[in-house]
């Protein structure tokens, strides 16, 4: 039986299939000694494969796993990064087995983060026609105006296209600072410090709270645990519902 690289490494809890894309392309992969290509299949039960030279054992059914992760700030959520002095794996060392981040948090961010050995899963997380919401606390120096914060909520261009919030509360207000609260369906990368940084306003802080109907609550920072039965039924449920509900 064959099939493409990409998915074998997602299918075994690896990484997602977008990481095993780029693992290939920086031609960290091998298939019986030689540098795999992009899009290259592979027989799992005869061939041979590695990643940085390390073997990976395939697992014809390996059990899936689903956890949350209150990820604190200063750790990169990729597991391959090979010049990060602080990885997501460092806090899931004890798990027996290789679970992924779903989608990303940068380094300077903290909260939420699934992590799962479930391509298909992370897939339906992450991929946009899902439309799956994140919710986030945002700090931002200096005080937000009446101004930038009309310009939040009906939506800032990025790379010619609009970002427009789910929603947009503010929770707190200082003299030099704000506090809100923001809902995206959009996933492009540190967007919600870009879209700050085009009316003006500095992020100090950024907290991911949700991820579709999942709630971070009150998981501290650095710890982890397996989502329940009831919480995959909810993303699934939330995931399957037509956008623009």
């Known amino acids: 039986m064959t099939e493409r690289i990409q998915k074998v490494l997602s299918q075994q809890g690896y990484c997602s299939r ?22 290259e299949s592979i027989d799992i039960s005869t061939d041979r494969l590695t990643v940085d030279n390390v073997p990976i054992l395939i697992q014809k059914r ?3 796993l689903y956890y949350m992760i209150n990820k604190p700030r200063g750790y990169v959520t990729t ?3 090979r010049h990060a002095k602080k990885e997501v794996a460092a ?10 981040p779903v989608g990303r948090l940068d380094k300077d ?13 992370a897939n339906m997380i992450t991929h946009p026609s899902r439309g799956v919401t994140k919710s986030y606390r945002v700090s931002v120096k200096p005080a937000m105006d009446e101004t930038q914060l009309s310009k939040l909520s009906v939506g800032v261009e990025l790379d010619g296209v609009p970002i427009m919030p789910v929603a947009i509360t503010i929770t707190g207000e200082e003299r030099n600072k704000t506090v809100f609260e ?12 870009r879209i700050c940084e085009a009316v ?7 907290k991911r709270t949700a991820i579709g109907p999942i709630r971070l609550g009150t998981l501290a920072t650095g ?23």
């Open 18 to 39: 977008r990481a095993a894309e780029k693992l290939i392309s920086e031609g960290r992969v091998k298939v019986n000694g030689r540098t795999a290509s992009l899009g």
């Open 62 to 64: 390996p059990e899936k």
């Open 79 to 81: 597991l391959h990064d």
């Open 91 to 100: 806090l899931i060392e004890d798990l027996p087995v290789r679970l992924f």
């Open 109 to 121: 961010s903290e909260g939420l983060l699934f992590l799962t050995n479930d391509g298909e899963f």
């Open 182 to 193: 923001i809902t995206l369906s959009e996933g492009r990368n540190r967007e919600i410090r």
């Open 200 to 206: 003006g306003l500095t992020v100090t802080r950024l």
């Open 223 to 245: 710890r982890y645990r397996e989502l329940t039965k009831a919480e995959l039924k909810a993303v699934y449920s939330a995931c399957s519902q037509p956008q623009g509900r």
